[in-house]
């Protein structure tokens, strides 16, 4: 069979976030949720692999790779850590991080929000304050003044469904933990204002640059019982910040895996009668949403075959969100901005990489407007509520010394970059799977 041909221009990358490799974020949220007494953090992410300072190695790295496309984030808390004091600092060490990256010859795609905030906005309530929106938008305008011309890819917020659900129907490890349903409605309203302001602000300051959500997704299937619970969840964790991105340049998908949910078919109008009863939604919605027994939460089927995260491995899961969103808004473009896997054998991200790429090339060929793949992540890191003990990277690090080793998963898409081919004897089936 002939190799798998990607397109001309094709965006091949590797991503990280601030919060995650820089270390020492201190005025940040983060770094105070880390911290909490009996708090659901596995362990502080301290001076992570100390990304703010070994970023030039970091990036030679990526760039000797072959790839030709780096996704970061700045992160707000280090430029504005005290409200409306800008740090020239902090700027300028993004300014030259973006500065690096071209020099290189890699294309930046600067994320403006990754999760975390800074504490002065955390301590007002995060999201649910009236005024983080504008804040946010305010913050934005100094970053894309501040870099210019030197950005031609922006991402908004990152996953606002993580931050909206994570936080605020529980399960998830993320600030401020609880389950509570008004106040999750009321951070999907904000982030979507967020994103909103955010990227009418880039617009009107660069014209020319492209900017998107990054918005999380998961393949998603479920029997006739528990279709009810899907469609709801599925409406609420992603179409709602889909539709917020009607009039972006382009769409971030980001897809690790499948969502499947079961329910026994009788309990269809059950789930359907519960989610139409708003008095009882503080308690109907976190349970079919599957915050209280697991009905919804992202964990794979017994015997299925697992990842670090115990998620189901599927790496055909991109190409069907990208089939979704496509069908969605067929005209416009879009970007795998985050597609990896945690896993401790290096051999299963080759595999994951490769099953992955071969669906999604199969989707352009169909005529999908697919612009790039943005692996995640360029090297382990601090994986949020699980610490240090998910390994995403195509670079191990080693953090008590901070050496850095590529692996071979990273030698593999670095050459599918470079050659923008991917052979046809190097995908294995997903029957032939281990």
């Known amino acids: ?174 600030p401020p933990g609880v389950v509570d349903v008004g106040q999750w409605r009321r951070a999907i309203d904000a982030l979507v204002e967020g994103h909103k302001r955010c990227l009418a602000a880039i617009k009107e300051i660069r014209p020319e640059t492209r900017a998107g959500l990054a918005a999380f997704s998961v393949e998603m299937w479920s029997n006739a019982g528990a279709r009810p619970a899907m469609e709801f969840s599925r409406r609420w964790n992603e179409d709602v910040f889909l539709e917020a991105a009607a009039n972006d340049d382009f769409i971030g998908v980001q897809t690790y895996t499948r969502q499947q949910l079961h329910r026994p078919r009788a309990m269809a109008p059950v789930i359907r009668a519960a989610l139409a009863a708003r008095p009882l939604e503080r308690v109907v919605v976190p349970w079919v949403m599957g915050m209280k027994d697991g009905a919804g939460a992202i964990a794979a089927p017994a015997g299925s075959r697992v990842t670090q995260m115990g998620w189901e491995y599927r790496p055909e899961s991109v190409a069907a969100v990208v089939r979704r969103i496509a069908a969605i808004y067929p005209d416009k473009d879009l970007v795998v901005t985050e597609h ?31 612009r790039g793949y943005v692996h995640w992540s360029l090297m382990d890191n601090f994986e949020w509520a699980t610490g240090y003990g998910a390994n995403f990277g195509l670079i191990g690090v080693d953090r008590a010394t901070q050496e850095r080793t590529v692996r071979p998963s990273g030698h593999f898409l670095g050459e599918i970059a470079r050659t923008g081919r991917l052979r046809t004897d190097a995908i294995p089936t997903s029957a032939s799977a281990r």
């Open 1 to 174: 069979m002939a190799d798998l041909v990607f397109p001309s221009g094709f965006l091949w990358g590797a991503a990280t976030s601030a919060h995650q490799v820089e270390g020492g974020n201190v005025e940040s949220d983060w770094w105070e949720w880390e911290r909490k007494p009996g708090g659901p953090v596995r362990e502080p992410s301290g001076n992570a692999t100390e990304h703010y300072s070994r970023y030039p190695q970091d990036l030679a790295l990526l760039a000797s790779l072959g790839l030709n496309t780096y996704r970061f984030s700045i992160e707000w808390a280090r430029v504005e850590p005290a409200e409306g004091t800008f740090d020239p600092g902090a700027l300028a060490h993004y300014r030259d991080v973006v500065e690096r990256t071209r020099s290189l010859g890699l294309t930046p795609m600067v994320t403006l929000n990754h999760f975390t905030l800074p504490r002065w906005v955390a301590a007002q309530g995060g999201w649910l304050w009236r005024r983080t929106p504008e804040l946010f938008e305010r913050y934005t305008r100094r970053v894309v003044q501040e870099m210019g011309d030197l950005v031609p890819w922006y991402c908004t917020i990152n996953e606002p469904t993580t931050v909206a659900t994570g936080g605020y129907m529980g399960g998830w490890g993320f």
């Open 340 to 370: 990896g896997v945690a896993t401790a054998n290096d051999a299963e991200r080759v595999e994951f990489i490769a099953r992955g790429l071969a669906a999604l090339h199969e989707s352009i060929e169909d005529g999908i407007r697919l």
